[in-house]
């Protein structure tokens, strides 16, 4: 099914099937974004009230507008500008959960950029009081996650530490790519058992499985992983230590990819998503 453009196509066979959004009380969803993405900007309100139609009612999120560099509005800033913006998204997007009736847990997500910078605005610690963050977002692939780089190997260990002190979360993006594949972080999962370590997308899967069975601080999420990925992690025994997360809004822009929105997505085109993939804001290919 081709899902670009044909909203009105969409929104019909969604009426047509009949199905319902998912109505259990109290379906988390631990992978959600807001905050520019691309060209896209997803507002938190209408994030949180598009899942929230959906059925969705608790959530912990991150905002996507630290994943594309020091940039605001897709124009170059510097890493303090930066860093106030983000933080300005996170507190509206606190409110904003507060008036959608959406149970939120913000993550800081952490960039190199900001942290690694000469003129560095702000601390990892003192970032971390600034809004009542629950935990961590680290996106190596996003941003500029130079593993040889010691201070960077340096920060990702406060993150760890930080989360590991405290019992919190750390949401890690893993795929592939050497630089983001789930045994990069086992070191740092090794040294904080505290932590509480979120192996994003469940790939690739034989190493998700090996970190899982080795380290009881991890767990692994659904976010874009294929239904035969979650299956397979359900036959060797690890469906308890996997979340269900989404990656919403993200799928969006996936979905229509073809030809990617730009601007602020209308909330009822958001909304809209979130009812037809039954609050997934996923369908596979
Ligand atoms: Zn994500």
Known sequence: MALSGGGEVQMKTSADSGKMPDERPGRTDWHVHI????????????????????????????????????????????????????????????????RTGMKAHALYWVMPEVHCAPDAPVRLARAMEELPYEGFKLHPSGNAWDWDDSAVERLADEVFAFAGERGMRVVVHCGPDPTERPAVFERFVARHPGATVQLAHCRPLKETCQMLRKHPNTVCDTAFAAKATQVAIRAFGLGNRMVHGTDFPATHWYANRETPPTGTVPAMDLAEFAMRTGGDGWEEE
């Not at 929230?52 to 170059?76: C, H, M």
């Open 35 to 98: 905050g520019a993405f691309a060209d896209a900007y997803y507002r938190a309100e209408d994030v949180f009230g598009a899942l929230r139609a959906a059925g969705t009612t608790e959530v912990w999120f991150s905002s996507t507008t630290s994943g594309f560099g020091l940039r605001i509005g897709g124009k170059p800033a510097g890493a303090g500008a930066v860093y106030r913006y983000i933080r300005g998204e996170m507190r509206d997007a606190l409110a904003a959960a507060e």
